[in-house]
């Protein structure tokens, strides 16, 4: 069973910075795809930004320029730099990762608040 732990997140002021970090407890070289997700409230989680185990990343039209994805396979962690936050970035930000049978394993969520 993979474990994901995420931590980071907190209240930071508009136009601030946050690194997110996701511990995992298998190596991350092994997962297919990891990402990570936010779910503000009423409404449905969406992707935020992912990579895959070649390195490419994506990203959301609403993250793009701010927010960064990488991996440290040494470290066993992914993490999400988030630059020129915006009050609309405020939810709750959840890591995925893919193992190679298709599994989705999901942290348990860390509340990122940024107030304008």
């Known amino acids: 069973q993979v474990q994901l732990v995420e931590s980071g997140g907190g209240l930071v002021q508009a136009g601030g910075s946050l690194r997110l970090s996701c511990e995992t407890s298998r190596n991350t070289f092994i997962f297919n795809n990891l990402g990570w997700y936010r779910q503000a409230p009423g409404k449905q989680r969406e992707l935020v930004a992912s990579?895959?185990?070649?390195?490419?990343?994506t990203y959301a039209d609403s993250v793009k320029g701010r927010f960064t994805i990488s991996r440290d396979n040494a470290k066993n962690t992914v993490y999400l730099q988030m630059s020129s936050q915006k009050p609309e970035d405020t939810a709750v930000y959840y890591c995925?990762?893919?193992?190679?049978?298709?599994?989705?394993?999901w942290g348990q969520g860390t509340q990122v608040t940024v107030s304008s």
């Open positions: 995925k990762a893919v193992s190679v049978d298709q599994n989705d394993n």
């Open positions: 990579i895959n185990r070649g390195g490419t990343t």
